[in-house]
């Protein structure tokens, strides 16, 4: 009787437990449900619209490019040498003719100055044969000449030689680099610095070929950066390739002149947008209204209340507007923003302000 009893008592806990559990989960689904937001099928989605209309579109053509140096060279030695005189920095600013370092010349210098005393020796000599050539023979007048010019050739020689010891800014730049030191031996090539000018820089821009016909030598152009975004920078076409790349792109170089209240520096980005007039009248749209890729554009036509989702062809564009090739008509209302609310078909409410 005693085991029916506990039989009796577990089966009403397992049971009061069960109960508990399913109200419990009853109760937590309750919840949920009133936290899970449903949309109400008798409200109407808000959107803003506008009505397509033709317009003069100007079409601006951005194109990023990447700021190069006027000019940049590797000064390198032309000789062997131990440098005894270190004249720059690097990041040092230098002129044309700036001296770079000097090399230790001193036999060099030994030679030279012995060729300056053979020189004077044989122009004396022929002077005194030409002043009393009685007695002279040709031969001997002839030799004289001969030493004379030798000597001559052989000061030239080490004046070139000499020269070389000595190494010089071939232009006004920055010495962007430097890789010898004070009692440093170097070697014929050996690299010791590079000068950058940047005192204009070349902005390189890729642009299409359908776009290349718009561009020439001599055409100037307004460049901004996002360094200085309210500074407008003055750029001459420098260049325009012939040769299409790889993309079937081509190359144009735009000369920036520099200055040192707002410096560009090589490697910075530069933007140049071309404007010109594509079409007088034409149909357009804001970008916003805009929905798909660029190869399978859509956007929604509102008419009567319902937005249809509608494929159209696109062609040219400017920072505001998209110009439409087919697909709209004038006087037809497309949806510009609240689009991530639509679907085709849904009902919508028009509240532009």
């Given at each position: 009787?005693?085991?029916?009893?506990?039989?009796?008592?577990?089966?009403?806990?397992?049971?009061a437990?069960?109960?508990?559990?399913?109200?419990?989960?009853?109760?937590?689904?309750?919840?949920?449900?009133?936290?899970?937001?449903?949309?109400?099928?008798?409200?109407?989605?808000?959107?803003?619209?506008?009505?397509?209309?033709?317009?003069?579109?100007?079409?601006?053509?951005?194109?990023?490019?990447?700021?190069?140096?006027?000019?940049?060279?590797?000064?390198?030695?032309?000789?062997?040498?131990?440098?005894?005189?270190?004249?720059?920095?690097?990041?040092?600013?230098?002129?044309?003719?700036?001296?770079?370092?000097?090399?230790d010349?001193?036999?060099?210098?030994?030679?030279?100055?012995?060729?300056?005393?053979?020189?004077?020796?044989?122009?004396?000599?022929?002077?005194?044969?030409?002043?009393?050539?009685?007695?002279?023979?040709?031969?001997?007048?002839?030799?004289?000449?001969?030493?004379?010019?030798?000597?001559?050739?052989?000061?030239?020689?080490?004046?070139?030689?000499?020269?070389?010891?000595?190494?010089?800014?071939?232009?006004?730049?920055?010495?962007?680099?430097?890789?010898?030191?004070?009692?440093?031996?170097?070697?014929?090539?050996?690299?010791?610095?590079?000068?950058?000018?940047?005192?204009?820089?070349?902005?390189?821009?890729?642009?299409?070929?359908?776009?290349?016909?718009?561009?020439?030598?001599?055409?100037?152009?307004?460049?901004?950066?996002?360094?200085?975004?309210?500074?407008?920078?003055h750029?001459?076409?420098?260049?325009?390739?012939?040769?299409?790349?790889?993309?079937?792109?081509?190359?144009?170089?735009?000369?920036?002149?520099?200055?040192?209240?707002?410096?560009?520096?090589?490697?910075?980005?530069?933007?140049?947008?071309?404007?010109n007039?594509?079409a007088?009248?034409t149909?357009t749209?804001?970008?916003?209204?805009?929905?798909?890729?660029?190869?399978?554009?859509?956007?929604?036509?509102?008419?009567?209340?319902?937005?249809?989702?509608?494929?159209?062809?696109?062609?040219?564009?400017?920072?505001?507007?998209?110009?439409?090739?087919?697909?709209?008509?004038?006087?037809?209302?497309?949806?510009?923003?609240?689009?991530?609310?639509?679907?085709?078909?849904?009902?919508?409410?028009?509240?532009?302000?």
């Amino acid at each position: 009787m005693k085991t029916i009893n506990k039989k009796s008592i577990i089966i009403l806990i397992s049971s009061a437990l069960i109960l508990l559990v399913i109200v419990k989960l009853y109760s937590n689904k309750k919840e949920v449900s009133e936290k899970v937001y449903t949309r109400n099928v008798n409200l109407k989605t808000v959107i803003k619209a506008e009505t397509v209309k033709e317009s003069d579109f100007n079409q601006s053509t951005p194109f990023l490019g990447e700021f190069a140096p006027n000019r940049e060279v590797a000064i390198a030695s032309e000789t062997a040498g131990k440098v005894i005189r270190s004249a720059i920095e690097e990041g040092s600013n230098v002129s044309t003719g700036t001296l770079i370092a000097r090399l230790d010349d001193g036999i060099l210098q030994a030679q030279y100055a012995s060729a300056r005393a053979n020189f004077s020796n044989a122009s004396n000599k022929l002077k005194r044969y030409q002043q009393v050539p009685e007695g002279v023979t040709q031969l001997e007048m002839d030799n004289a000449k001969n030493q004379m010019l030798t000597s001559q050739a052989e000061i030239q020689r080490l004046q070139r030689q000499i020269s070389q010891f000595t190494i010089k800014a071939p232009f006004s730049g920055i010495v962007s680099m430097k890789k010898f030191e004070l009692g440093a031996v170097v070697s014929p090539g050996s690299p010791l610095a590079t000068i950058t000018d940047i005192s204009v820089l070349k902005l390189e821009i890729s642009v299409p070929e359908k776009q290349i016909s718009n561009f020439r030598k001599g055409m100037n152009l307004n460049v901004t950066t996002e360094v200085y975004p309210n500074m407008t920078f003055h750029g001459k076409v420098d260049m325009v390739a012939s040769v299409t790349d790889a993309s079937h792109n081509y190359t144009v170089k735009i000369l920036v002149p520099n200055n040192s209240k707002t410096p560009l520096k090589s490697g910075m980005y530069g933007n140049v947008t071309l404007e010109n007039n594509v079409a007088q009248k034409t149909i357009t749209i804001p970008r916003s209204a805009l929905i798909g890729t660029a190869l399978k554009p859509q956007v929604y036509v509102v008419k009567s209340g319902i937005a249809k989702l509608r494929a159209i062809e696109i062609g040219q564009s400017n920072a505001n507007n998209i110009q439409v090739l087919s697909g709209l008509n004038e006087g037809e209302v497309v949806a510009t923003a609240g689009l991530v609310n639509l679907n085709d078909g849904t009902e919508v409410t028009i509240k532009n302000n």
